[in-house]
């Protein structure tokens, strides 16, 4: 879930919108365990109704057994409590708290057995990747925005909106519908900095809060990726499953609909994403 931090999609959007890193950390905690309170819900509602289609599980395990079993686990909790930890206590900055994350990465995997060259490469060599993909998509994006800011367009586009008197909730509807129609053909790195340059601008006429914004983008963002052809979790879905793709967007339905819900609740609820920030000095 990529409301919970750390998330690339909401770092992108920080370096794009000039919104606090740390601060959209810290709102997409409460939203994210929002949804995933309606995901367990849901899951639990369907169990509840479908029994004879739950996976059966012939043995039961103890509560010490289900302890050991998750012990994996620990280790990569601390890390991001680390990572986390060092940016909210005012130790680290997101750059450097990064710096944290591979150098606790590396002892983990040292400690586990797993570190060895061809490992170290081949992670090194992922990261350079992905890296110089949101590079050279940011580069673009920027090169975007200052054209489209020599034409006027972003300035254009916000007095075109304003002058067709939308609320700001049937603002974020239109761009829910946009957003959710955009993540047919893109990715959501891409949707991110690809939008920023002419959205932010009339958001920002609305008078909406860019943190605010930038959980609901992360939101929106998510949404697409389970809209097909191009939805991203509907491939890993059908290759950790081998099901059709039109039979796992189905089965997903409910999951947007519930992610459709969380936007209504945020929108009507906006301290759910303000509250923890307002709490910390960030």
Same mark, same amino acid.
């Given at each position: 879930?990529?409301?919970?931090?750390?998330?690339?999609? %909401?770092?992108?959007?920080?370096?794009?919108?000039?919104?606090?890193?740390?601060?959209?950390?810290? !709102?997409?905690? +409460?939203?994210?365990?929002?949804?995933?309170?309606?995901?367990? *819900?849901?899951?639990?509602?369907?169990?509840?109704?479908?029994?004879?289609?739950?996976?059966?599980?012939?043995?039961?395990?103890?509560?010490?057994?289900?302890?050991?079993?998750? @012990?994996?686990?620990?280790?990569?909790?601390?890390?991001?409590? !680390?990572?986390?930890?060092?940016? =909210?206590? @005012?130790?680290?900055?997101?750059?450097?708290? !990064?710096?944290?994350?591979?150098?606790?990465? $590396?002892?983990?995997?040292?400690?586990?057995?797993?570190?060895?060259?061809?490992?170290?490469?081949?992670?090194?060599?992922?990261?350079?990747?992905?890296?110089?993909?949101?590079?050279?998509?940011?580069?673009?994006?920027?090169?975007?925005? #200052?054209?489209?800011? =020599? /034409? @006027?367009?972003?300035?254009? +586009?916000?007095?075109?909106?304003?002058?067709?008197? #939308?609320?700001?909730?049937?603002? /974020?509807?239109?761009?829910?519908?946009?957003?959710?129609?955009? @993540?047919?053909?893109?990715?959501? /790195?891409? $949707?991110?900095?690809?939008? $920023?340059?002419?959205?932010?601008?009339?958001?920002?006429?609305? *008078?909406?809060?860019?943190?605010?914004?930038?959980?609901?983008?992360?939101?929106?963002?998510?949404?697409?990726?389970?809209?097909?052809?191009? *939805?991203?979790? +509907?491939?890993?879905?059908?290759? %950790?499953?081998?099901?059709?793709?039109?039979?796992?967007?189905?089965?997903?339905?409910?999951?947007?609909?519930?992610?459709?819900?969380?936007?209504?609740? /945020?929108?009507?609820?906006?301290?759910?994403?303000?509250?923890?920030?307002?709490? $910390?000095?960030?």
């Amino acid at each position: 879930m990529v409301l919970i931090p750390p998330s690339i999609i %909401m770092i992108v959007y920080g370096v794009t919108a000039d919104v606090s890193i740390a601060k959209l950390f810290i !709102a997409g905690v +409460l939203p994210g365990l929002m949804l995933a309170g309606l995901f367990s *819900g849901y899951i639990i509602y369907w169990a509840l109704r479908y029994p004879e289609q739950v996976p059966a599980n012939d043995r039961q395990y103890t509560f010490m057994e289900k302890v050991r079993e998750s @012990g994996s686990l620990i280790p990569v909790v601390c890390l991001i409590v !680390a990572v986390l930890g060092s940016i =909210y206590a @005012g130790f680290a900055t997101a750059t450097e708290a !990064a710096a944290v994350g591979v150098v606790g990465a $590396m002892v983990l995997s040292a400690v586990q057995g797993s570190l060895n060259w061809s490992s170290f490469k081949e992670s090194l060599m992922g990261a350079t990747r992905l890296y110089c993909m949101i590079a050279l998509i940011l580069a673009g994006a920027s090169f975007l925005t #200052l054209s489209m800011g =020599y /034409i @006027g367009l972003p300035r254009h +586009l916000a007095e075109w909106i304003a002058t067709l008197g #939308l609320s700001q909730f049937e603002l /974020i509807l239109a761009l829910t519908v946009f957003y959710v129609v955009l @993540g047919c053909f893109l990715d959501g /790195i891409s $949707m991110v900095v690809l939008t $920023m340059g002419v959205i932010m601008p009339t958001v920002q006429k609305a *008078g909406i809060d860019p943190l605010w914004f930038g959980i609901f983008i992360v939101l929106v963002v998510e949404m697409a990726q389970i809209t097909p052809p191009v *939805g991203f979790n +509907l491939f890993v879905l059908q290759g %950790m499953t081998g099901r059709d793709l039109l039979w796992i967007a189905k089965a997903t339905l409910p999951m947007f609909f519930l992610m459709v819900v969380a936007v209504l609740l /945020i929108y009507f609820f906006p301290g759910i994403v303000t509250w923890m920030p307002q709490q $910390m000095k960030l």
